[in-house]
Every structure is written in structure tokens, then in C-alpha cells.
């Protein structure tokens, strides 16, 4: 496995860094205050928060890479390796979970074998869970990328993931 | 142009009442919240807008969830002189049909849920009743009156389902930015601040701090004050807040303006979650168009008073949902709490005094300044005035929000709102509040629904969540749910909450397994009650909760677990196993077809057979069987 295809590791050759200092600067005026608005635009750009990004982001904002990991492991949405082509997000809130979210969820991880914040090795999928995205009447649910399927029961799952490649 | 008074206001407005009520052709309007958007209502609209809109000259527009999610998509169909009719369940395939039957004079009744009484806001006495003078339809209920909105009383979702949540005209036809310019032009900050003391409006977003007293001791305090309204709708089962912002943003901004002018700020910082796309892109148009009439920015309508509002994502912690975290990770922090011997009204933001509310406490505001605070105070209890929005989900029939004056009864919202356990199956309990709430049983059902009632028995209001479960919750498992929730969930600065929840995890993950022992409860109520004294933030404290009311109403499903190692609703694996009921089974085969292990074998039309071996427990056998046969033991 190259350096480059390790999970978590980028080079730091194939960092955009003027993309960086676009949304660093022009986008959030090079605030520290909004650290965690720009971390959601490096992982949008990404598609996680490659290292080399965080370390050039601590040095043009003025604060230590360690409060800038503390913040990126701290919230959920963050990720610190690479992931898949499709985010699926199994809600666990409440109302999914007495609707048998857990079993959605058992058997996406049997399905794609793999478990919670893991890719799988294609780069095809990663699973991720989420609590509560408000569609409590479609529980059980699950978002894949942009897409909400609610009402879905754990022998549907293979049909839906076959929509995704 | 810029709005400069009431008259204004009344000017823009004249030509929106027109199309809000009256419109010059057939207008459908298409629920387009984010579940009504999951339910297939996006699709609906645009197919309804490519092949059929353009041709025959109707007008579709988007609107926000009317909160009867169950029944989604939900379509309206209305023009002149003829009645506004709601169509439920209306997907991509039926939309066409429903609009070409309605201009044709065939209402495809089956898809009715209801027809339109009156469509007025609460706030719009002065005008007549649009319908007045139209022909009801035959056979057909009144939306209003249909037990689902019977009850209700629609203050802070008042304009939901109602108007284009990305029109601020629309906004303003329903008396919008009104109570902001009254307040603004013809009343002392003080005054203001009495008027919503009075009203006796308390934080809807789980504290319950009296509204008034908030904003006037943060006024008290001298500094660059700021407005934050917590949009970090955390508790699993609540989207009362993502509604009112995907369905009427302009009522949360007013409710805003009104704080500043009440408290003397002028920025305000609007913290949402992450998970809500539409909520944020919703909020920032309307911000913007609120900038374009001159209602947030500098020097307001000539008064001098300058508002300016920033939204702020959150990034998925629970805990940011607390203020003080909130306000460490506005700050662009880790979101931390901090105890609070200084209040955030004096010490908040960047540590300036700062008063934070909640979406539906803000969306309430201009409602109550424009109906006076006797009107709001008339509703409720003693100590818990106005209306309240309750997301009513999990095991019941009619999902949905659902907007109640203060006091009603548990029965009458699970039972005549929400029509009760769907599949026939047995009532067990009701989750109120969240993670720092509890499971409210049975007995207690007739309880008048308030802050004071529901903390007597052990749970809390919160933000609202109402999550009602049947006999095939496993109480242990809704404990340890929530535990596991809170042990992701807590920021692991102080012990009693990171280690007090991770060794109730251990345990209650033991007794899930079959590996519980005498001594487990008490062990778990030991360590409840030292969280409770001892955490130091609000989340620590109320974290216990589930596992304390579940042990106090549910004690017998804990013993069967420990000492039977048993689990009777058949959640718990390891602790129950699927037969096949040969007197209930009729053979059909459905279970066996679905089984993925093909565990399930059998004649046709004679009673089928499971291979415990084979078997995984997914239910999904369970499920798929219509006749009960599949059984629990």
C-alpha cells in the first residue's frame, strides 16, 4: 500500500493548499473563532481532515495543532481518515431504535462486514451512525450521502445499498 | 425597499394576502420539511412542476411541515371559491392525479385527510375567515376537528405548513416583522420585558428558566451583549426546533430582534445543528432577505437599533446542546461545560452577558407581544403557561408534531392525538425528555402534562420528545441505550459523569447479556445518586435518569433479566429465542422467504418449523408475520 492510500495519511504534495487558503481567508477571515466551520469545509472539500491540512490550518491561524486535534476529535462529524465514496448514517435516536434501528444497523455491518467508522476495502462505503436526524416518523432510517430511506426493515438493506456504487 | 413602520409592512403585505388565500388560480401547496422531503415530497413536486404546472397554469409552491408526519407527504389543494383540501400519502404517482381531480371537480376523497376550516393564524383576527362563504365538501372532515389537530393550538408553529418558508412576504401577509416594529417604535426595552415576565413563557428547550426574568437579569448586566438562539436540537426523538426552522425561520429571527431591542444587544448568533442542511439553508435566506428589507443590519427602520445575526454549525455533540458548551464552541473550542457560580447572563459569550433561548421560546415571542401576555397566560397551568410542541413518535400511531396548551393529559396526546399503539400491541411506557429524562409508565397516564408534573414523577419536560414504547420495548435495553448514548456523548471532564456512565454501561450491558447478579440494581442506583449530586453540568446530573425511572417503574423486567435471564419483550439476544407457534401458523411461507439464514422451513399451508441452530435473531421473521405465530420465549 502506497503512503498516499494509507488511511489518514495524505501527501502532503496532493494538498490544494490555495483551495486552503481560500476557505481559511476569504471564507472565514482567518478566525479562530470559527475553527470548527472551517474543519467542516476542509472535510466537505476532502472528504475528511487530511493531516498536512490541519497542520498548515495551525500555523495560518495562529493556534497549536494539538487544540486543533483536541477540536477535530472532540465533535462527531469530524473524520481523521479517508473515507468511502458513500456515507451511510444509521440513525440510532430514539424513535429509529424502538422501531428496530439496532437491527438495521446489525445487518448493514453484516452486509458491508464492517463496523462502525470503518471503509470498506473498495473505498465503496462508510458506516457511520447518527443521533436523530428529525424523521422520527420514518423510523427506522438511514441516509446514504443526501438520500433518507425511511420505514426500511433489515431485509431491504441489500436493495438499497445495490442503488450505490 | 427598506421597512420604516407598521404602514410598511401593510404595504408589502397587501399582495401576499391575496396569494396566500385567494389565489388567482388552483395553488398546491407540497409539504417540503425534511421528512416530508425523505417521504418522497420533493419528488412529488417536481413532477407535478415539469408535466403538469407549466401546461395548465397552476401555482405549486413549497411549504413546512404541518406536523402530521405520518401521513406524508402532504399535499394542499385550494383555489377560489373552492375548498383547501389536505391529500396524505401524496407520492410522485398520485400528485398528478390529485391536482387534475381537483380542478376537475373529483376529489379522489380516499386521499383526503381533511379540509380546511379556516386557514387564519391565530394572530389574524382582523381579517375574515378566506373560506367563509365556500361550499364544504360533502363527507368530508374539517382538518381542525379531526382528533389529531383537535386539541391543538398552533402559537410557535403557527405559520408551519402554512406559508413558503423562503418568503419573508408571506411572512410578513401573516403579521410577521409586526411585533418587532411595534416593539422597536412604541415600547421601552423594559416594557417589553414585562410583557413576556407576565406572559409567564419559560425556556422550551429542557431548563424550563422563566423567559422574562432571563432577559432582564442579562440587561441588568453591563458589556457588548449578545442573542443566541441554541438550535442544537441534540435529544434523539425531538425536531420540533428543525421543523420551525425549515417551516417558518422568520418567527425565530423576530423573536431575536425582539430580545435585542428588549436586552440592548446587537448580534445574535444562531447555533444549529450540523445534521439539519435544510434548516441552515433555509435560516440563512431568510436572513438575508430580512437584511433586504432592512430588518437585521445597521440603524433599523431609523431608530438607530442595529442587529446583525451569524449562523454557527455545530459539528455533532450533544453535550454543545448545555450553554455554556454551546458557548465554548461558538468560540470556536472544545464544547465544554463550565459550572456556572457566574451565570452566562452575566459571563457568557467571549464572556460578555449573553442571553440564549431556544428556537421555539424565540418563535413564541412575537405571538405574545402581539396577543398580549394575559392572552398567553390564559393557557396552561399555574406554573407552566402557553403551549408546548411535542414530537409524538416511536410505537404510536399518528407520528407528528404537535402544538397543546400546557396541562393536558399524557392519555389525551397518546391516545386521542397520537390514536394509540398501532398493530394492537400493549402501551408500556412514554419516554419524555430525552437522555436526561425518564420512562413515564401506565399509571402514571393520567398526568397533566407540565414542567412541575413530569419532574414529580422522575422524568423532565426537556425539548419535548415524547417517544411512546409497547411491549416489545425491553426497559433494560431503553436503559442501556441511553447510557451508551450519554458515555459517547459526554465531554469526560469530570468523573462522576465520564466514569459514573461508563460503569452503568458495563453493568447494564452485563445484565443485557445474561450476565447480571444480585446487587446490580442497587449498584446502579448507587451510582445514579452520587451522578446526580455530584456532575457538574446538567447533563451529568440528569444522566441517570433513564436508568433510575426504568428501575423504579420496570424493577420486575430488571429481575427477570438478572435473575431468570429472561428478556420478555424479546430484545436482548441472547436472552430469548423465536419459535414458531403451530397453532397460530397458517404456513404462508412469508417468514420463510424473508429469512436470511433459511432457518425457516415448512409444508405450505402447514404449520413451518425453526432451526434455533440456524437462527440469528433478527426478527425480521417476527416481523413479516401477520398472524403472531411467531413467538417470544
Known amino acids: ?165 | 425597499m427598506k421597512i420604516q413602520s407598521v404602514l410598511d409592512l401593510k404595504t408589502v403585505s397587501q399582495a401576499y394576502i391575496g396569494k396566500l388565500y385567494k389565489p388567482d388560480a388552483v395553488k398546491v401547496n407540497i409539504g417540503m420539511a425534511s421528512c416530508g422531503i425523505a417521504a418522497g415530497a420533493k419528488a412529488a413536486y417536481d413532477k407535478l412542476l415539469t408535466e403538469y404546472a407549466s401546461k395548465n397554469g397552476i401555482h405549486v409552491c413549497q411549504t413546512g411541515c404541518i406536523g402530521f408526519c405520518e401521513a406524508e407527504p402532504l399535499v394542499e389543494i385550494f383555489g377560489l371559491g373552492k375548498p383547501r383540501i389536505m391529500y396524505q400519502h401524496i407520492t410522485e404517482d398520485k400528485i398528478v392525479d390529485a391536482v387534475s381531480g381537483f380542478i376537475a371537480g373529483d376529489f379522489n376523497k380516499k386521499w383526503i385527510l381533511g379540509q380546511m376550516k379556516d386557514p387564519r393564524s391565530l394572530l389574524e383576527t382582523d381579517i375574515p375567515n378566506p373560506l367563509d362563504g365556500v361550499q364544504p365538501l360533502d363527507g368530508i372532515p374539517f382538518l381542525e376537528e379531526i382528533p389529531f389537530y383537535k386539541n391543538q393550538v398552533k402559537v410557535a408553529m403557527r405559520n408551519c405548513g402554512y406559508i413558503d418558508p423562503d418568503s419573508i412576504e408571506e411572512y410578513f401577509a401573516r403579521k410577521g416583522y409586526l411585533a418587532f416594529i411595534n416593539a422597536l417604535k412604541d415600547m421601552n426595552p423594559a416594557d417589553i420585558i414585562d410583557v413576556v415576565k407576565a406572559s409567564g413563557l419559560r425556556g422550551r428547550g429542557g431548563g424550563g428558566f422563566p423567559t422574562g426574568i432571563k432577559w432582564a437579569t442579562a440587561a441588568k448586566h453591563h458589556g457588548n451583549r449578545y442573542i443566541i438562539c441554541n438550535a442544537d436540537e441534540g435529544d434523539p426523538g425531538a425536531y420540533m426546533d428543525r421543523s420551525i426552522l425549515e417551516g417558518d425561520p422568520h418567527s425565530v429571527i423576530e423573536g431575536m430582534l425582539i430580545a435585542g431591542v428588549a436586552i440592548g444587544s446587537s448580534q445574535g448568533y444562531i447555533y444549529v445543528r450540523n445534521e439539519y442542511p435544510l434548516a441552515v439553508k433555509r435560516l440563512i435566506t431568510a436572513i438575508k432577505q430580512a437584511e433586504g428589507y432592512g430588518l437585521l443590519g445597521e440603524n433599523i427602520a431609523g431608530t438607530g437599533f442595529s442587529f446583525n445575526i451569524k449562523i454557527s454549525t455545530g459539528a455533532g455533540a450533544f453535550v454543545c446542546g448545555e450553554s455554556t458548551a454551546l458557548m465554548a464552541s461558538l468560540e470556536g473550542k472544545v464544547g465544554r461545560p463550565r459550572a456556572k457560580y457566574v451565570h452566562t447572563v452575566e459571563k457568557g459569550f467571549r464572556q460578555s452577558p449573553t442571553n440564549l433561548n431556544n428556537v421555539e421560546t424565540y418563535a413564541n415571542v412575537p405571538a405574545i407581544l402581539l396577543k398580549g401576555a394575559n392572552w398567553y397566560a390564559g393557557m396552561g397551568t399555574e406554573r407552566s403557561k402557553g403551549t408546548k410542541v411535542f414530537s409524538l413518535v416511536g410505537k404510536i400511531t399518528h407520528t407528528g408534531l404537535v402544538e397543546v396548551p400546557m396541562g393536558i393529559s399524557l392519555k389525551n396526546i397518546v391516545y386521542n392525538i397520537g390514536g394509540g399503539v398501532p398493530k394492537k400491541k400493549k402501551f408500556k411506557a412514554v419516554q419524555t425528555g430525552g437522555p436526561s429524562g425518564g420512562c413515564i409508565p401506565e399509571r402514571f397516564l393520567d398526568l397533566p402534562v407540565d414542567f412541575d408534573k413530569l419532574s414529580e414523577v422522575g422524568s423532565i419536560m426537556g425539548s419535548g420528545g415524547m417517544i411512546v414504547m409497547d411491549q416489545d420495548t425491553c426497559m433494560v435495553d431503553v436503559a442501556r441505550y441511553f447510557v451508551d448514548f450519554l458515555v459517547d456523548e459526554s465531554c469526560g471532564q469530570c468523573n462522576p459523569c465520564r466514569e459514573g456512565l461508563k460503569q452503568m454501561l458495563e453493568i447494564l450491558t452485563r445484565i443485557c447479556n445474561g450476565d447480571g447478579k444480585d446487587g446490580d440494581i442497587e449498584l446502579l442506583e448507587e451510582i445514579g445518586g452520587m451522578m446526580q449530586k455530584f456532575a457538574l453540568c446538567g447533563l451529568g446530573t440528569s444522566a441517570p435518569n433513564p436508568v433510575l425511572t426504568t428501575i423504579l417503574y420496570f424493577k420486575n423486567e430488571y429481575e427477570k433479566h438478572i435473575r431468570e435471564k429472561k428478556c420478555p419483550a424479546g430484545v436482548c439476544k441472547k436472552l430469548f429465542h423465536y419459535e414458531i407457534d403451530p397453532e397460530a401458523c397458517t404456513g404462508c411461507g412469508s417468514c420463510a422467504r424473508k429469512c436470511p439464514q433459511e432457518a425457516i422451513a415448512g409444508e405450505k399451508k402447514k404449520p413451518h418449523a425453526l432451526d434455533q441452530g440456524k437462527c440469528i435473531k433478527c426478527g425480521i421473521c417476527y416481523d413479516a408475520c401477520k398472524f403472531n405465530a411467531i413467538a417470544i420465549r
Do not use: W
Open chain 1, 1 to 165: 500500500m502506497s503512503e498516499a492510500m494509507e488511511p489518514g495519511k495524505a501527501r502532503t504534495d496532493e494538498i490544494d493548499f490555495r483551495e486552503l487558503d481560500r476557505i481559511i481567508e476569504d471564507d472565514f477571515n482567518n478566525d479562530k473563532e470559527n475553527l470548527i466551520m472551517i474543519l467542516q469545509a476542509i472535510q466537505r472539500h476532502f472528504n475528511y481532515l487530511p493531516r498536512p491540512a490541519l497542520e498548515y490550518l495551525a500555523v495560518k491561524i495562529g493556534i497549536p495543532a494539538s487544540q486543533i486535534y483536541g477540536v477535530a476529535t472532540f465533535y462527531s462529524t469530524f473524520s481523521l481518515q479517508a473515507r468511502g465514496r458513500h456515507i451511510i448514517s444509521v440513525c440510532t435516536g430514539t424513535a429509529c431504535h424502538v422501531r428496530g434501528g439496532e437491527r438495521v444497523h446489525e445487518r448493514v455491518e453484516e452486509l458491508l462486514s464492517i463496523s462502525d467508522n470503518q471503509t470498506t476495502a473498495d473505498k465503496r462505503f462508510t458506516l457511520e451512525s447518527v443521533r436523530c436526524i428529525g424523521c422520527c416518523s420514518l423510523g427506522p432510517v438511514v441516509k446514504i450521502n443526501e438520500d433518507t430511506h425511511g420505514r426500511i426493515s433489515s431485509d431491504e438493506i441489500q436493495k438499497i445499498l445495490d442503488q450505490y456504487v
